[in-house]
């Protein structure tokens, strides 16, 4: 098993630009969630899905959007980017939820200028 | 909303001296979880306590979860240089479909 892949590694995007962060699993996890990363302030729930069909806001949705049409795949759209998303995004799932353990992907750097 | 206080946020020590990270949460919570993060690298889960006064052990680690279930504990007796990197906690109220993130705290192992 391939795990929690997440592409691309690093992006550099202008204000203003589009893209979507690629996430996939290949454990047929059912949960799966979007978290950025800023120094000093954690993780941050950014969107998650509890099953194919379904997504929902976490914490700090604004500026961000997800579809999860398979079970594997869950990307994170950006749809116009600004310098206060520049972050690092990981990508995360799990069996069936929150009582079991989270396999976070690698991660995308993102520098918004 | 819920919210998780950790602390703290950064702890220099040399190798060989233990180690602890507090974890407190505003509101009672169902389950929680330790993830360690490498430099560079991503959350990887290292225990989740589930009931009042728990105490699990992991090596060198012990984790303990508050009687209120409201706070938690990682400590690290005698640290290496592998032990080097961020700890989180993460927990999770009720029936919350979100796991709420402590703010970590980096850990420095000075040989």
Redesign the interface.
Known sequence: NAGVTQTPKFQVLKTGQSMTLQCAQDMNHEYMSWYRQDPGMGLRLIHYSVGAGITDQGEVPNGYNVSRSTTEDFPLRLLSAAPSQTSVYFCASSFEGLRETQYFGPGTRLLVL | ?QQVM?IP?YQHVQEGEDFTTYCNSSTTL??I?W?KQRPG?????LI?L?KSGEVKKQKRLTFQFGEAKKNSSLHITATQTTDVGTY?C?G?TGS?????????TQLTVLP
Do not use: K
């Open positions: 909303g950790q946020q169902s389950n979880q993830y690298g991503h959350p990887v889960f989740q589930v989180f993460a999770r919350a479909r979100q796991l709420t993130f402590g703010s970590g």
